[in-house]
């Protein structure tokens, strides 16, 4: 026995020793791509010596004697700290995500390839101008000069990830970053599934008219600028369910409701307390670790510019130079049709055309799969765009046999000049020359908003589409693609673009809201991102005389719900304080302490609060309720609570009430029959997922921010480490907006929101301050790969200074890069 036991404890004890020597190896190849931030480099093609100073929190502040030095060390810093995140982007953009993960992301690479996203960047190279040629090659360069140091100098691949996946990493090119301005244009877009959706909803209805009902138009004349203070397919029979494939974490294509969204506003010095201009902008995108934002500071020969940036790009999107500053939001511009092409009987290699039958231009793609067969697919194109796959947004289900679908996008142009407009932007010295700037501006269309020290001002940027007025869907819904009426001619002028210019209110914003309400075709769009919270935007703004930075950054910060004020009185009109007690335990128990906490709540979505989880449950059981039964598997689409609905049905708008009936049972039910039903189903659903309590439940319990790494976020053990979760406030409909996720065993995830967040003073500009929802590095052992993330969670923000003296004082490091002689 004792023998045994001496071998059990020696076969123990080299286990262990293994284990540990293991973790301490995968440690130090890990801790080898970490980057020294304070170091003297020579390297080749720079004119002059860069320096980059990093502040306490990381932010790179570059300083060079000519624009091309800069735009260097920015690749050279971008692929210090996102080496990963970028090779990701460029691998999507490209269609080559198989070659590193398999067969589990080759639909993906099928997309991707027949929008033929990254042969229109090459393509687009031609398209730009001396100057914007001249930056994109000099980032280029600096991103290889990290690429060259860490093959010299073993630097552990460059990113941790590298050891796990083998990911080999080619040389940069100036079409990578135009091919990721496409993609960013991809995951932003949301009208082809909203053309389909729609599509789809009215096979499935019986009555035409109940679609305006569960597909509303947004109501209103358009909402920009803020008055004075003082004035305060047709051939389709069928119906099918969901053949969208499940989406893949990597996947660049959002559904509707994870389509662009964000935040902007500007105050005149007429509205500002200190009288100079304000602006705020958050841009909405989904999360992930690190976020895809990282903020920089460049100091150019047009003075220094400092905000956030999106590696793999040259450019400042959101932020402000010494006499600017500039925001973006999602403009919900209908820049995308779906299109029916009819197939040659005769010859399928053909479609029809306003000429007759053509021949698709075809090319034949390879996509190489890791540990499996390469594949070989043909693209195809028509006079309208490509040709996609049936299960591309559910297109199957609407296209009819003999049929196939095609696409026309802005984004897809071989002559895409959006990175030549964006850094002009980045040099203009006013809100005039910005607007100026934004002509050569293509796709994806943006609402660009602008302060200069005296100025306000808002411009949509981007390719209108020029439609026939005889359009037979006006672009709502696919139409038939030989049919000349049905076709683009071309864009309209920028100057028909929507444009707000100093304003006589002195306040400009917008939260993704209708912007203007033109007849089609020159309307913009008939779907637009948000209804609800720009109701609470213009509360604020005019509860104000005048703004300050600390007013625009509670207003960013706000979580009260429009939403449930306005909702809530309606939908349980009749059930508020009524009924006789009930014993504890039973369910008209329950039922009434629930409407008494609701009864009380202000609307706020705080994190510590049980009220905003028994609302959103109770919202989303009675949505559930209400459209189940006329939509059956189609229901599952409505993965969010759409308020506009559920007001028409309560009001009874148009008839609108009739959704509260079972179509399949014999009583009429009515829509306080649904509302107490439905809270009965949440309370439920609350009991069996967070216990009995109402009292003590947590909305930040349910409203987890996920920010997860793409790729090792579902790794036992290795998600501890990289993804980052965190108890936040706000909901769906709030100004600080964190959209749930809708579905599965945690609906009400917040999976998509502010991942970066600026508020600019031009009164004293380096009082302006900005943050990111993770950190700036995306290497999970650094300390800047999440030590933003809780000033984030709180709302704190740290300073956007262009104060030399400042970066320097607190540096956690200072890279000189001297040219290589």
């Known amino acids: 026995m004792a023998l045994v036991f001496k071998w059990l404890m020696r076969i123990t004890t080299a286990a262990v020793a293994l284990v540990v020597?293991?973790?301490?190896?995968?440690?130090?190849?890990?801790?080898?791509?970490?980057?020294?931030?304070?170091?003297?480099?020579?390297?080749?093609?720079?004119?002059?010596?860069?320096?980059?100073?990093?502040?306490?929190?990381?932010?790179?502040?570059?300083?060079?004697?000519?624009?091309?030095?800069?735009?260097?060390?920015?690749?050279?810093?971008?692929?210090?700290?996102?080496?990963?995140?970028?090779?990701?982007?460029?691998?999507?953009?490209?269609?080559?995500?198989?070659?590193?993960?398999?067969?589990?992301?080759?639909?993906?690479?099928?997309?991707?390839?027949?929008?033929?996203?990254?042969?229109?960047?090459?393509?687009?190279?031609?398209?730009?101008?001396?100057?914007?040629?001249?930056?994109?090659?000099?980032?280029?360069?600096?991103?290889?000069?990290?690429?060259?140091?860490?093959?010299?100098?073993?630097?552990?691949?460059?990113?941790?990830?590298?050891?796990l996946f083998n990911a080999p990493v080619s040389a940069w090119r100036p079409a990578d970053s135009l091919a990721i301005i496409k993609l960013m244009g991809l995951q932003l877009a949301g009208h082809l599934d909203e053309e389909v959706l729609r599509a789809r909803m009215s096979l499935a209805l019986s009555d035409a008219q109940r679609l305006s009902d569960i597909l509303p138009d947004a109501p209103g004349s358009g909402i920009a600028a803020l008055p004075e203070y003082a004035e305060l397919v047709q051939g389709v029979t069928r119906f099918a369910e969901n053949t969208m494939p499940p989406q893949h974490p990597l996947s660049p294509f959002k559904r509707r409701m994870f389509a662009g969204a964000s935040n902007a506003w500007a105050a005149a010095p007429s509205r500002s307390a200190s009288g100079g201009t304000l602006l705020a902008n958050d841009p909405h995108l989904e999360f992930t670790a690190p976020a895809i934002w990282y903020l920089a500071r460049l100091e150019l020969q047009s003075g220094g510019v400092i905000g956030g940036t999106i590696p793999g790009m040259p450019l400042v999107l959101s932020g402000r130079s010494e006499n600017l500053g500039w925001g973006l939001t999602y403009a919900y511009m209908d820049d995308q049709d779906a299109y029916i092409e009819e197939l040659n009987p005769d010859n399928p290699e053909e479609y029809r055309t306003p000429d007759g039958f053509k021949p698709f231009e075809t090319r034949g793609s390879i996509i190489n799969i890791k540990d499996a067969a390469p594949i070989t697919i043909t693209l195809r194109w028509t006079e309208n765009g490509p040709?996609?796959?049936?299960?591309?947004?559910?297109l199957g289900t609407i296209t009819p046999p003999g049929h196939v679908a095609s696409l026309a996008w802005t984004v897809l142009s071989r002559n895409d000049t959006s990175m030549g407009a964006a850094l002009r932007l980045m040099r203009a010295k006013s809100v005039r020359e910005a607007i100026a700037a934004g002509e050569g501006y293509l796709a994806p269309a943006m609402n660009l908003m602008l302060v200069d020290r005296e100025e306000i001002a808002m411009k949509m940027i981007g390719a209108m589409p020029r439609r026939d007025a005889r359009h037979q869907s006006q672009g709502r819904l696919p139409s038939p693609g030989w049919i000349e009426a049905n076709r683009w001619q071309g864009r309209l002028p920028y100057a028909s673009n929507p444009e707000f210019v100093a304003p006589n209110g002195g306040i400009l914003g917008n939260t993704n809201n209708k912007t203007v309400d033109r007849p089609f075709p020159n309307h913009v769009s008939f779907d637009w991102g948000d209804t609800q919270r720009v109701q609470r935007w213009q509360g604020l703004m005019q509860a104000r005389e005048v703004h300050t930075r600390d007013s625009f950054i509670e207003a960013q910060l706000d979580t009260v719900s429009f939403t449930a004020r306005s909702l809530l009185p309606l939908i349980g009109a009749e059930l508020w304080f009524t009924g006789e007690a009930a014993p504890d335990g039973t369910p008209l128990r329950q039922r009434q302490r629930a409407l008494t906490l609701l009864a009380g709540w202000s609307g706020e979505m705080n994190e510590h609060m049980p009220e905003p989880l028994i609302y959103a449950a109770w919202l989303r059981s009675l949505q559930e309720r209400m459209i189940r039964d006329e939509l059956g598997p189609l229901a599952s689409e409505m993965t969010h609570v759409e308020p506009l609905f559920i007001e028409r049905a309560f009001r009874d708008i148009d008839g609108a009430a009739v959704?509260?009936?079972?179509?399949?049972?014999?009583?009429?039910?009515?829509?306080?029959?649904?509302?107490?039903?439905?809270?009965?189903?949440?309370?439920?659903?609350?009991?069996?997922?967070?216990?009995?309590?109402?009292?003590?439940?947590?909305w930040g319990d349910a409203h987890q921010a996920t920010h997860d790494h793409a790729v090792l976020g579902q790794v036992p053990i290795l998600r501890f480490f990289v993804n980052i979760r965190q108890s936040t406030n706000g909901g769906d409909n709030t100004l600080q907006r964190g959209l749930t996720k809708g579905r599965g065993p945690d609906p009400f995830h917040n999976t998509h929101g502010a991942a970066y967040r600026g508020v600019y003073d031009f009164a004293d500009p380096d009082s302006s301050v900005f943050v990111t929802s993770t950190g700036q590095s995306g290497h999970f052992l650094s300390r800047h790969y999440d030590d933003l993330a809780q000033l984030w969670r709180r709302g704190e923000y740290i300073p956007m200074s262009l104060d030399e003296g400042l970066a320097r004082a607190a540096a956690v490091g200072v890279t000189i890069l001297r040219p290589r002689p």
């Open 21 to 163: 020597l293991c973790v301490c190896m995968v440690y130090y190849l890990a801790s080898r791509s970490l980057p020294d931030y304070d170091k003297t480099l020579e390297l080749p093609y720079l004119t002059a010596e860069v320096e980059i100073v990093r502040d306490n929190a990381n932010v790179p502040h570059i300083f060079g004697q000519t624009d091309q030095d800069v735009f260097y060390a920015l690749g050279y810093a971008h692929a210090q700290d996102r080496l990963w995140q970028m090779t990701m982007l460029r691998r999507t953009a490209q269609g080559r995500l198989s070659e590193v993960f398999g067969t589990a992301t080759v639909d993906i690479d099928k997309l991707i390839r027949r929008l033929d996203i990254y042969t229109r960047a090459v393509a687009s190279v031609e398209a730009q101008d001396e100057q914007t040629m001249l930056i994109l090659r000099a980032y280029a360069t600096g991103v290889n000069a990290r690429l060259d140091e860490i093959n010299d100098s073993a630097l552990g691949r460059g990113a941790p990830e590298m050891f």
């Open 387 to 394: 040709v996609l796959p049936g299960t591309h947004y559910n």
């Open 659 to 698: 959704w509260c009936d079972v179509v399949q049972s014999a009583p009429v039910e009515t829509c306080a029959d649904m509302a107490r039903l439905a809270l009965d189903d949440a309370l439920v659903w609350i009991e069996e997922t967070w216990g009995p309590a109402l009292e003590t439940l947590r």
